[in-house]
């Protein structure tokens, strides 16, 4: 067989260089380059001298992808979370990527922007891209999950993080938010709270229909009355949470306590109480959900819950990885469940309690 005549035309400037440009130019094979390059004892020397030589005039990088695809090994994984804004989610991402880089992965992230319809569109952009494993918190509008059965069916593995498809046979990690708003609960009815209202989110979400129960289970633990009237369901906005505090204070007999399942709408709320001249936490005591960024500036600074957004990120990736490594035998599904922590701060402690310390009403809530 004749040998290859050389190129005559080298790649343009500022043009990314392929393992093929590389051939034609030194009339070789792709076999021969992508063994030069990778040391292979087939090459001698003076041939891999030629091809790392004009590899670095070029400053060819290799495709390490198209390598992962080509030894069934993607070391690609993806995200799809609702949005990047805020702490949370930040937070998670960047526990995953951590995590991940450690295990020699990268990551593609992608935003629902809290729309099903996108959600949908994410997960299709991420079977093509042919990621090793997929890691998703569910958009604020997804009901229906069968655009996650394509993904199993291709034995694709599959983690939910935070807002989780609820079932036996589901992979997750999730914080235990009922146990959160239970501890938020107690702490208002400590604080000499009597008639607690609960600003809800979107119910068909586990953490706002779990959150609302353990509202639900402080109340009758106290032996207390659950008043539909002090109940109202959002979709967690600081709008929606100044709305729901006009409609209380209209009431007769207006909340002295308020848990809200999120810190933006008791951010709302507590806007909304400074605009009425009702005092907090004097009038009325409010607690959040989440530790946004936000929480330790506010006047007053808003008691909430840790989520251990970080630790959260990294116990996803790590059971993604377990998945992955298991592939081809039998997994039994599990779910990773993480423990609140009560940040306790000003918007719920009462004047006359202030004096004993958060110390001590720390420790009353244990």
């Not at 039998?330 to 402690?349: A, G, K, M, N, Y």
Request: glycine share 6%.
């Amino acid at each position: 067989m004749a040998p290859r005549k050389k190129s005559e035309t080298p790649p343009a400037p500022n043009t990314p260089v392929s393992m093929a440009d590389l051939a034609r130019e030194l009339g070789v094979s792709m076999t021969t380059i992508s063994r030069a390059l990778s040391d292979h004892y087939s090459i001698g020397p003076e041939m891999k001298s030629k091809v790392l030589k004009l590899a670095k005039k070029y400053n060819y990088q290799p495709n390490r992808l198209a390598s992962a695809l080509r030894k069934g090994k993607s070391k690609l994984l993806g995200i799809i979370v609702p949005y990047i804004e805020g702490r949370f989610f930040p937070s998670v991402v960047h526990g995953i990527e951590t995590a991940a880089s450690k295990a020699g992965y990268n990551v593609i992230i992608c935003q629902s922007n809290e729309d099903a319809a996108q959600e949908r569109r994410n997960v299709e952009a991420l079977l093509s891209a042919q990621v090793a494993g997929i890691m998703v918190s569910l958009s604020r509008t997804t009901t229906s999950y069968q655009h996650f059965d394509k993904v199993q069916s291709r034995g694709l593995p599959l983690v939910f993080f935070d807002r989780s498809v609820e079932g036996e046979n589901v992979n997750a990690v999730v914080l235990n938010d009922q146990e959160g708003a239970l501890i938020s609960t107690r702490h208002l009815l400590q604080q000499g709270c009597r008639r607690i209202a609960h600003l809800a989110g979107p119910q068909h979400l586990n953490i706002y229909k779990n959150r609302r129960q353990g509202y639900l289970d402080a109340l009758r633990e106290a032996g207390l009355p659950v008043e539909e009237e002090l109940i109202v369901y959002t979709d967690m906005t600081q709008d929606e949470g100044a709305a729901a505090m006009r409609r209380w204070l209209a009431l007769p007999n207006p909340p002295d306590g308020i848990f809200s399942g999120g810190d933006y709408c008791a951010l709302g709320a507590m806007q909304e109480a400074a605009r009425q001249g009702v005092r907090v936490p004097d009038d009325v005591a409010i607690t959040g959900f989440s530790n946004e960024a936000f929480t330790v500036i506010t006047e007053p600074t808003i008691t909430t819950i840790d989520q251990r957004c970080e630790e959260m990120g990294q116990a996803t990736v790590r059971l993604l990885l377990e998945l992955i490594e298991a592939s081809g035998t039998t997994f039994t599904p599990r779910q990773i469940v993480l423990r609140p922590e009560l940040l306790i701060r000003d918007s719920s402690l009462r004047e006359a309690r202030k004096t004993t310390g958060r110390r001590a009403a720390k420790a009353a809530v244990r």
